[in-house]
C-alpha cells in the first residue's frame, strides 16, 4: 500500500489573490480608524487613491499621504506599507491609517472598490495569513479567541496559542508519526533494502506507548484550557422555594431574580454570569420543580429538566430546615449522572450536625462553601492558565481521533496483523494531527472556522 504522506497540501505557488479591503476597526467615531488593503494589487490600488506611488516599494515603509478621488481630497491619512510576504497575511499589505469617522471611512473604502479591491468577507485576512502559511490553524483561531476573551486568564491562555507555543506541542508527535510512517513505506515499497531499519510490531507499539499518555495529558489539557477560555453552564435546580433565587442573587452580588416566600415565583430561566477565580460561571436559575396545574409554571418546570440536562454542572438545592422529601429525591434522581453538587441551604434555621454536607444560607450571602466546592468540581489545576492547550472542539475532537486511531494501532499490532493493515490506523492518528495544524487538505474546514470571524480580521 503506497501513502502518498506529503501530497496533501496546497499549491499555492501559482495562486491569485483578489486585493480585499475592510475597516479594521470598531465602525464608530473614535479618534482614527484604520483601513486594511491585501492582495496582489494592493498596492496599485492604494496608489490610485493617495497622492503616494507605492507601486515600487520593497521593504516596510511608513508615509503620510493624502486620499484623494481624482481632484477631491478625502483625508489625510498614514499609510503603514508592508510589502509581502512580510505582513500579516504574507501578501503586500497597506493599513491606511485615517480619522475616525464613519463617514470618512466609508468614503476610502468605496474610493478603494471602484479601483479594483473588494470587500473582505469574515476573517479573510487571517484565512490569507493561513493560506500563505504565515500562521498555521491553532495561531489562526487564536486571533479570534484573543478578540473575543472576556477575561484577563481566557486572554492570557489564548496569546500562548497565538505565539505558537500550543502548536508546538505537537509538532514532536507529528514528526514520530510521519518517522514511522516513512519507515513502513519503504520497508514495504523497497524489501530490498537491507541497511534501513525496519518498522516491525514492536518499534510501531513501543512509538504509540510513548505517544498515548503525551495525547492523553494533551486532551486533559485541553478540556481545562476550554473551562477557562469558554466558562461553564451551571444549573440552580431544586423545588419551589428552596433559596434557588436567592443562590442566584447572592451569587452575582445582586437582587437579579425575585425572591418571595410563594412557591412557584420563578417561571423562566434567569441568567446571570460571575468570573470564579478566572473561570466565568454562566448561572442558570430554574423555576422550582414539582408537578404544576398551572399552564405557566409547567412550562417552566419542564423548562427547568431540559436545563438539567444542558449544564455542565448542577447545583441540586436542598432546605435543610426540613426533612428530604419525595420531590427531592425525585429531583436528586434525575440529576443523578451529572457532574453536579448538592447543597444545602437556610443553615440559619438549623444546628449543623453534619460536617460532610455543604451548607449555605442563601439570604445573607453566606455561600463561601459552596462556591469553593464549585471550584474543586471544576478540577481547575493552577498551571492551567499557564499551560498552552488544545482547547476547542475543534482542536480537542481531533486530539481524540488520533488517541482512538493510536489505541486501535496498538490492538492491531498486538493481534498480530499485518504492518500495512495497522499503518492504516496510523496514517489516520497523523492526519488528525496534520488537520489540527490545517496541515492536511481541509480548506472547507478552514472555511468553516473563518467565517466565524468578523470582517477586516
Ligand atoms: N431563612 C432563610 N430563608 C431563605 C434563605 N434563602 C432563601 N430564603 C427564603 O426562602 C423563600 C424562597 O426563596 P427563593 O429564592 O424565591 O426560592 P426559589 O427556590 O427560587 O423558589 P421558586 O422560584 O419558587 O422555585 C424566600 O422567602 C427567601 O427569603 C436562607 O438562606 N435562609
Ligand atoms: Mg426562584
Do not use: W
Not at 396545574?293 to 429538566?305: A, H, Q, T
Amino acid at each position: 500500500m503506497k501513502m502518498h504522506l506529503y501530497g496533501a497540501f496546497l499549491n499555492l505557488k501559482n495562486m491569485k489573490f483578489e486585493t480585499i479591503v475592510a475597516l479594521a476597526t470598531a465602525p464608530m467615531k473614535s479618534a482614527l480608524a484604520v483601513i486594511r488593503v491585501s492582495g496582489d494589487d494592493a498596492f496599485e490600488i492604494v496608489s490610485k487613491c493617495s497622492s503616494k506611488d507605492l507601486t515600487k516599494i520593497t521593504k516596510r515603509t511608513l508615509l503620510i499621504a493624502n486620499i484623494v478621488d481624482g481632484d477631491k481630497e478625502i483625508d489625510e491619512a498614514v499609510l503603514a506599507v508592508y510589502k509581502g510576504p512580510k505582513s500579516f497575511t504574507g501578501e503586500d499589505l497597506v493599513e491606511i491609517i485615517c480619522h475616525g469617522s464613519v463617514l470618512i471611512a466609508n468614503e476610502i473604502i468605496q474610493l478603494l472598490i471602484s479601483k479594483g479591491a473588494r470587500m473582505a468577507t469574515n476573517g479573510e485576512y487571517s484565512s490569507r495569513a493561513f493560506l500563505n502559511q504565515k500562521i498555521d490553524l491553532v495561531q489562526a483561531e487564536a486571533i479570534n479567541d484573543v478578540i473575543n476573551a472576556t477575561t484577563a486568564e481566557a486572554k492570557n491562555l489564548s496569546i500562548l496559542s497565538l505565539k505558537g507555543d500550543t502548536s508546538g506541542l505537537i509538532v514532536p508527535i507529528k514528526t514520530r508519526l510521519a518517522d514511522i510512517l516513512s519507515l513502513i513505506e519503504v520497508n514495504i515499497d523497497y524489501p530490498e533494502y537491507e541497511d534501513i531499519e525496519v518498522a516491525n510490531k514492536e518499534t510501531i507499539i513501543s512509538t504509540v506507548d510513548e505517544l498515548l499518555p503525551q495525547i492523553e495529558k494533551y486532551i486533559k489539557d485541553g478540556n481545562q484550557g476550554k473551562i477557562v477560555k469558554e466558562g461553564v453552564k451551571v444549573a440552580i435546580v431544586g423545588k419551589p422555594n428552596v433559596g434557588k433565587s436567592s443562590l442566584l442573587n447572592a451569587l452575582l452580588g445582586e437582587s437579579k431574580a425575585i425572591v418571595t416566600d410563594i412557591a412557584g415565583t420563578t417561571r423562566d430561566i434567569v441568567e446571570g454570569e460571575i468570573n470564579l477565580n478566572g473561570v466565568v460561571l454562566h448561572l442558570l436559575d430554574t423555576a422550582g420543580i414539582r408537578d404544576s396545574e398551572d399552564k405557566v409554571e409547567s412550562i417552566g418546570v419542564d423548562k427547568s429538566k431540559a436545563t438539567i440536562q444542558e449544564a455542565d454542572l448542577v447545583i441540586v438545592v436542598l432546605d435543610a430546615s426540613n426533612k428530604l422529601d419525595a420531590l427531592d429525591k425525585e429531583i436528586l434522581e434525575m440529576s443523578k449522572d451529572k457532574k453536579r453538587i448538592i447543597v444545602y441551604n437556610k443553615k440559619d434555621l438549623i444546628n449543623i450536625n453534619n460536617k460532610d454536607n455543604i451548607y449555605i444560607s442563601a439570604q445573607s450571602g453566606e455561600i463561601n462553601s459552596l462556591k469553593d466546592a464549585i471550584y474543586k468540581e471544576l478540577g481547575i489545576e493552577d498551571n492551567v492558565f499557564t499551560t498552552p492547550s488544545l482547547n476547542n472542539a475543534r482542536q480537542l475532537g481531533l486530539l481524540k481521533k488520533a488517541y482512538e486511531s493510536l489505541k486501535k494501532a496498538k490492538e492491531d499490532a498486538e493481534m498480530d496483523l499485518s504492518i500495512d493493515l495497522i499503518s492504516v490506523s496510523l496514517y489516520d492518528a497523523y492526519v488528525a494531527i496534520l488537520e489540527i495544524l490545517g496541515e492536511a487538505n481541509q480548506l472547507d474546514i478552514s472555511k468553516e472556522i473563518f467565517s466565524r470571524f468578523c470582517v477586516g480580521k
